[in-house]
């Protein structure tokens, strides 16, 4: 019995890199893609449903480790529901979080393969280094935005006095939480850009250096803004940390420049200001020969004007 062997084709993802696929199955292989990829996600928004409650109990250890969240008479952390379906909505909220999380390798994935024909070697050499960072960069905003939120809940709720008694709403506490880790970790990820500017080219290891009083003024205004208490302790942390960040990236620009050998042009030693040397000797200027006003330059004689065309009756028709 003899057995016919098929020869395998060019995957998808070579022919898009190669130029072949046809704008048609672009928008097919798109809505593949996005198939995949909603598909991923509804996966794992049904892991998240069920560890919502787990994640709701975390994201509460700020407030709940603090003695004035502690019910008198229970002696048990609670908040307040002023609507019936406020905390199965929130549920529903923090599951939805939780399924992109769990599902981003896949969803990324998807994207990545959808982007990456289109880009050269080196693009997607850079793609991969900064996809590599930005997740622990996020990471390290979001534990820091949890150290935060707690030195800030207890010094505001220490300013309320014992007079006073405080119940937090269960959907306003969690979305100022997660809020805050949101814009903790989005601020990790500056120096990326910092790191981005320098490897196209657009400013380098020097010139970022010599923006570091700008940086560190913008660091501590950003923090003075999103930290949610007026004290200056959390306000301090993010600024020395992005500071830090700051630092490390363009210390990193400066291996960069190293590596590719700028600063040293023919004229990386000069000013912008200054004026360079010349390497020849530049020809004297003398005056031309004088020209008599009299005399016409350059008039252009006039031109004949074409014999006009016979026409006949009939050439009109």
Known sequence: MAFALRKRGPSTFERAADGSMTLIEHVRELRNRLFRASLAIMIGFGVGIWLAKP???LLSEPYCSLDASLDPVTGKCKFVQLGVADVFLL?????????????????LYQLWAFIAPGLHRHERRYA????????PLFAAGAVLAFFVTTKGLEFLLNVSGDDIATNLEVTRYISFVTNLIL?????????????????VGIASAKRLLSWWRVAIFVFF???AVVTPTPDPFGMT???????????AAVGVAFINDRRRGRGKEVYAGIDDDEVSPL???AD???????????EPIGVPEPIAKPAPIERRYDDMT
Do not use: H
């Open 237 to 247: 942390a993010l600024a020395l940390c992005l500071s830090a960040l700051y630092f």
């Open 221 to 223: 205004a950003f923090s």
């Open 183 to 199: 814009l903790f970790g989005v601020a990790f990820e500056f120096p990326l850009i910092v790191l981005m500017l320098n490897f």
């Open 279 to 281: 390497e020849f000797d």
């Open 91 to 107: 549920n529903l909220k923090i599951g939805l979080w939780v399924g992109l999380i769990i599902a981003a390798p896949i969803w």
């Open 55 to 57: 994640v709701r109990v």
């Open 128 to 135: 991969y280094i900064f996809t590599a960072l930005a997740a």
């Open 284 to 294: 004297p200027v003398v005056a031309g020969q004088r020209v008599d006003a009299a």
